[in-house]
Every structure is written in structure tokens, then in C-alpha cells.
């Protein structure tokens, strides 16, 4: 949106917003706390407790260069192949990404929530 409102094409202080959405996101991300609810209507099971912790993980982890990839090599420049391709690649990286992510992140999920210990195999 402030790339669209900027006459130029530039995001003026682009490191210093994201950043600030940044430090946000993480914080938010921090008062995650997954714990084990067997009075709930349809428990949740261990692996689908880390694995959505994984994906917040993931997102926490990846979110910073997503940003600055889409600004940097997206949206900056004016040359060929198209925007739209530059963003399919751009996606297809990050997806990529995140699943290699996942195996190492698995592992983490559990020393960081311990929460995760008390669900049910």
C-alpha cells in the first residue's frame, strides 16, 4: 500500500517499518502458550499442537526476508519478467523454504512451548 501512495516508487525508512511490524509480529508471537485441553469439545493431539506452532515459527522466522524480498525484487525494479512471475518465484522460494524449515523447527517447538510435553501421543 505505501509503495502504491508513494509518488517515486520508494518506501521511504522501509527497514525501520518493517522493523516495527517485525517486532510486532514477535511478540505477539511470544505469548503463545499451547497447552493440553481434554474437556475440549475435539481435543487437538500433540503432532497437530507442534505442527501449528511450527507454522508460527516458520512464519516468525521467514517473515523479515518475505518482506524485504517482495520490496527488493518485486516492487523495486522495472524489469523484465514480469511482477507477477517475479512474485510466483518469489513464493515458490519461501515455500520451499518453510518446508525445510520444518524438521529442524519440530525439533525446537518442544524446548521452547513446553506446553507441547503435557498433550497426549
Given at each position: 500500500?505505501?509503495?502504491?501512495l508513494?509518488g517515486?516508487?520508494?518506501i ?24 493440553y ?13 507442534t505442527?501449528?506452532?511450527?507454522m ?25 519478467p ?17 518446508l525445510?524449515?520444518?524438521p ?18
Amino acid at each position: 500500500m505505501l509503495y502504491g501512495l508513494s509518488g517515486n516508487g520508494r518506501i521511504r525508512c522501509f527497514p525501520l517499518l518493517l522493523l516495527s511490524a517485525y517486532s510486532t509480529f514477535l511478540l505477539l508471537f511470544l505469548q503463545v502458550n499451547p497447552v493440553y485441553n481434554p474437556e475440549a469439545m475435539i481435543p487437538s493431539s500433540a503432532g497437530e499442537a507442534t505442527f501449528i506452532v511450527c507454522m508460527g515459527m516458520s512464519a516468525a522466522v521467514l517473515f523479515p526476508f518475505y518482506s524485504a524480498g517482495v520490496y527488493y525484487f518485486v516492487l523495486k525494479p522495472a524489469t523484465r519478467p514480469r511482477k507477477r512471475y517475479r512474485f510466483l518465484l518469489l513464493c515458490s522460494v519461501f515455500s520451499i523454504a518453510g518446508l525445510a524449515l520444518l524438521p529442524l523447527l519440530w525439533q525446537l517447538a518442544p524446548g521452547l512451548y513446553p506446553g507441547l510435553l503435557g498433550f497426549p501421543e
